[in-house]
């Protein structure tokens, strides 16, 4: 599988293989975030409620990225977006470390959400426009391999650093991000943004888009939010489920998360390769049945070894949906305005999803009923399979690949930044 995996990624076109060691080396620096709240603690003078509010702010950060990243990509473009959101992310890091007041560190905070979560719109946007649509599956899975790989070694970096000096920790993580900017600048070239007139050709199109591409648009989103909700669960309560709900050994947390990371790792880039021929339909759903049968089985289960086998069928969920999904919404829309809005609202939607899920969990948990997340989550994932069923019915719900854009006017032609490979690095 690891063979395997290692040829499709070299096989990638020049500018989704950039695209990928991008990501690589700007998620591996992800050092700082997971131990912001311990650092805050540990410098002095700040509560455990100015501490939560401050972490807070980094998803408020991000959602008002996620709404902004539509306008952005449309006036300069994927690279300029990516480049900027890094360079900014680069910034915060290098200055928070230097401040001390809760007026300096909330905002910085919130930038630094901001610039964080910028570059994934931009980079699904940079995924569309270098994949065909039959391709597009396999690309977002490259992609996501590179984000989990980058965050597989990122916060056991980070805590190591954290161990020796917190502040170096932080500088570390803006080198990283500053060296993804690099690479990405000199692996590309800079188209130039879009004319005046084409940009206004765009959105003019997008405005004259039937009301089924905006209801398909919005069922989906409805519809993914069950699933993001779940997959949330696991990082912020699968630990305090395993150690305080169920009373076991702290390793069988750790072993949950590697199974989890390994099953990804090894497994998404191959089987959605194989299924790249499966429609959305079944694809979804088969993602939508292995999840929700998985984290009902997490909250029936109460050994170590049950937990695992939960953990692999939710994680072969996993491995199917999320490609799945981004591969969706990623055909609801010609590429351009229209593609973008709808890639960067769906990123709302996962942002949302990972703001409520510790609220919901710790919410819905108690000492009689420790499973009880995963069960409602399992639950609603089922319910949001059979709307699926009852959506595919209708094309007003639901968007046909096998047919044509619904006799929708064609785009005009798309001059926006599009991150190209340098004639010089190849």
């Known amino acids: 599988m690891i063979l395997k995996t290692y040829r499709i990624v070299a096989g990638l076109d020049e500018a989704l293989r950039t695209l990928f060691f991008t990501t690589l080396i700007f998620r591996t620096g992800t050092m700082a975030y997971p131990f912001l709240a311990a650092y805050l603690l540990l410098s002095g003078g700040f509560d455990t409620a100015q501490v939560g509010a401050a972490v807070a702010c980094f998803g408020v950060g991000a959602l008002a990225a996620d709404l902004a990243a539509s306008v952005l990509l449309g006036r300069i473009g994927a690279r300029t977006v990516m480049l900027g959101g890094l360079v900014l992310n680069a910034a915060v890091l290098a200055v928070?470390?230097?401040?001390?007041?809760?007026?300096?560190?909330?905002?910085?905070v919130v930038v630094w959400g901001f610039?964080?979560?910028?570059?994934?719109?931009?980079?699904?946007?940079?995924?569309?426009?270098?994949?065909?649509?039959?391709?597009?599956?396999?690309?977002?899975?490259?992609?996501?391999?590179?984000?989990?790989?980058?965050?597989a070694v990122g916060p056991i970096a980070g805590g190591l650093l954290f161990a020796v000096s917190p502040r170096a920790m932080f500088w570390t993580n803006?080198?990283?991000?500053?060296?993804?900017?690099?690479?990405l600048m000199l692996r590309t070239k800079n188209g130039g943004p879009p004319a005046r007139s084409a940009r206004a050709a765009e959105r003019a199109f997008a405005g004259a888009r039937p009301l089924r591409d905006h209801t398909r648009f919005w069922t989906i989103f409805g519809l993914s939010l069950p699933i993001q909700l779940a997959y949330s669960l696991?990082?912020?309560?699968?630990?305090?489920?395993?150690?305080?709900?169920?009373?076991?050994?702290?390793?069988?947390?750790?072993?949950?998360?590697?199974?989890?990371?390994?099953?990804?790792v090894l497994f998404e880039v191959p089987l959605n390769a194989a299924m790249t021929r499966w429609r959305n339909l079944p694809t979804l759903l088969l993602g939508y049945g292995l999840a929700g049968a998985g984290f009902l089985l997490m909250g029936l289960f109460g050994s170590g070894p049950a937990?695992?086998?939960?953990?692999?069928v939710w994680t072969a969920g996993e491995i199917v949906v999320f490609p799945g999904l981004l591969h969706y919404v990623s055909g609801l829309a010609p590429s351009g305005s229209a593609a973008d809005r709808n890639m960067?609202?769906?990123?709302?939607?996962?942002?949302?999803a990972f703001i409520l899920a510790p609220q919901l969990a710790l919410l819905l948990s108690g000492p009689g009923?420790?499973?009880?997340?995963?069960?409602?989550?399992?639950?609603?994932?089922?319910?949001?399979?059979?709307l699926l069923i009852a959506a595919s019915r209708s094309p007003y719900t639901w968007h046909d690949e096998?047919?044509?854009?619904?006799?929708?006017?064609?785009?005009?032609?798309s001059h926006k930044e599009v991150p190209e490979p340098c004639k010089s690095a190849t």
């Open 96 to 108: 928070t470390p230097l401040l001390h007041q809760l007026l300096w560190i909330i905002p910085a």
């Open 307 to 312: 937990l695992v086998l939960a953990t692999l």
């Open 174 to 183: 803006a080198v990283c991000v500053l060296a993804a900017a690099g690479f």
């Open 234 to 264: 696991p990082s912020v309560f699968a630990s305090t489920y395993v150690i305080v709900g169920l009373g076991m050994p702290s390793y069988w947390a750790g072993i949950i998360f590697t199974v989890n990371a390994a099953g990804i």
């Open 369 to 386: 009923h420790p499973g009880a997340p995963w069960a409602v989550a399992g639950a609603a994932v089922c319910v949001a399979w059979l």
């Open 402 to 413: 096998h047919t044509s854009h619904d006799e929708q006017p064609s785009p005009p032609p």
């Open 344 to 352: 960067s609202l769906y990123s709302t939607g996962v942002n949302v």
């Open 115 to 151: 610039a964080y979560e910028v570059v994934t719109p931009a980079s699904y946007s940079a995924t569309i426009d270098g994949s065909a649509p039959a391709e597009r599956k396999v690309a977002f899975s490259c992609y996501r391999l590179a984000i989990n790989l980058g965050m």
